[in-house]
């Protein structure tokens, strides 16, 4: 029995790009999780030029009616733990949970409707260009 080996070979290098870091490296994503917050909570973990890592913390926060996140960056954004619901202005309603991640393209308005009430709902996001 033979087994296959795929290789990826990259052919040009990846520039250098300072990166600031805003925590520790060795910091565990699930400790110091608040979980009574008068508003949601953003850490910025590290950014660099086209790009940054952010968590974010909600317990039952959302976009405030009316408003809606419009942003120059694609976002990536996984739920670590949690629930949450974001809806898009063309009308596409998404429910994520623990695990599910979603690719925001830039300037694709959203908003999140609702996040786990009785529990924090911790996020991973990364925006880049």
């Known amino acids: 029995?033979?087994?296959a080996v795929a290789t990826r070979t990259r052919s040009t290098k990846l520039p250098s790009i300072p990166i600031t870091l805003h925590r520790s490296a060795a910091m565990n994503l699930f400790d110091d999780v608040p979980s009574d917050l008068p508003s949601e909570l953003v850490d910025v973990l590290a950014e660099g030029q086209s790009v940054r890592i952010e968590r974010i913390i909600s317990t039952g926060h959302k976009t405030e009616p009316g408003t809606w996140y419009d942003q120059d960056q694609a976002e990536w954004v996984v739920v670590l733990r949690g629930e949450a619901k974001?809806?898009?202005d063309d009308g596409e309603i998404t429910t994520m949970k623990m695990g599910d991640h979603?690719?925001?393209p830039a300037h694709r308005?959203?908003?999140v409707e609702w996040t786990t009430p009785n529990e924090p709902t911790l996020w991973l996001a990364v925006f880049f260009d």
């Open 1 to 3: 029995m033979s087994t």
């Open 102 to 104: 979603i690719l925001i």
């Open 109 to 111: 308005r959203h908003r």
């Open 86 to 88: 974001l809806s898009f």
